[in-house]
């Protein structure tokens, strides 16, 4: 986790709930690194994969303005993150998440850690469960999980899952400067441990926790830490850790959606429909 979630907010409510000071649109991108077109809004996606254009929150100052404070922004950005020291961006898909107890330490994320903050605004997201023997040998790296039933997990009161992330710079050398691809704005999920305590709002029928669902859980910001988080000054990595505390719990619903998910060619809104019940069988 995370490998998959839902975003389907236009960029002017993303606006406003964040505070934006500048985005898109209408705002212009001092760089085309930014998106292919800065200034074209995302399509609402209800099945985002790695390597897609998101839209991340951060706050940095504007190239070439008369004052160095930094602005909150709304930017497009490419999932997936490729260090600034990588030979080539081929890792990208492989480097969604980054997570929240080694952040501090692993040099694909520890400068971005550092002073590259942002938030992914996203609906919520998207887990398979399956049985518990396999959990457990994918918890300790010895095979990967097979995706069985899908679940959307949400927040029980509607309101935007701000996940925690990251994001980073990469400047391809076999480019000119001027070239529209020469450099990449690349981003990363931040995921800590799920909630081992119930659900805000429980299935009928199926996992009472985010541990049950899986053992990771994309870092959800609360309001009151977006501006610590987003803060490029704020370089101080052992405070810093402090923002990485999980948020309360009982404030989120999951439940089961349909199988169409797993394929990430399917995307609309119908992807988000609850189901009565499973459409695979788990370990519930």
């Known amino acids: 986790m995370c490998g998959r979630y839902a975003a389907s907010r236009r960029p002017e409510d993303l606006a406003g709930i964040f505070e934006i000071e500048m985005g898109v649109p209408p705002g212009r991108a001092e760089s085309r690194a930014w998106g292919r077109d800065p200034t074209e ?48 961006p081929e890792g990208a898909a ?29 609906d919520g997201y998207y887990e398979w469960v399956t049985g518990a023997g396999e ?8 095979k990967k999980r097979p995706r069985k039933q899908p679940y959307f997990v949400t927040p029980a009161d509607g309101s935007v899952f701000a996940m925690a992330g990251l994001y980073e710079f990469w400047r391809d050398r076999t480019l000119p400067d001027d070239h529209p691809s020469a450099w990449w704005v ?24 985010l541990a049950d669902i899986h053992p990771r859980m994309p870092l959800m910001l609360m309001p009151d830490r977006w501006g610590a988080w987003l803060d490029p000054s704020h370089t101080d990595t052992e405070s810093l850790k402090d923002l990485l505390a999980p948020p309360p719990g009982g404030l989120m619903r999951a439940y ?5 998910v797993s394929n990430v060619r399917n995307n609309g809104p119908e992807l988000l429909t609850e189901l009565e019940g499973p459409e695979e069988g788990t370990l519930f």
Request: net charge positive; hydrophobic share 35%.
């Open 41 to 88: 809004a995302l399509e609402p996606d209800w099945n985002v994969a790695p390597t897609k254009e998101v839209y991340v929150v951060l706050e940095r100052p504007l190239k070439d303005a008369d004052s160095p404070r930094p602005v909150r922004q709304l930017r497009k950005l490419k999932w997936g993150l490729v260090p600034s020291w990588a030979k080539s």
């Open 94 to 122: 492989r480097m969604i998440n980054a997570r929240a107890e080694t952040i501090h330490e692993k040099p694909s994320f520890k400068k971005a850690f550092a002073s590259r903050r942002c938030i992914i605004p996203a």
């Open 135 to 142: 959990r457990e040998l994918e918890v300790e790296g010895k």
């Open 186 to 209: 690349t981003c990363s999920v931040v995921t800590t441990e799920a909630e081992t305590g119930p659900l805000g709002v429980a299935p009928a029928e199926g996992p009472g926790s």
């Open 256 to 260: 089961p959606v349909s199988t169409a």
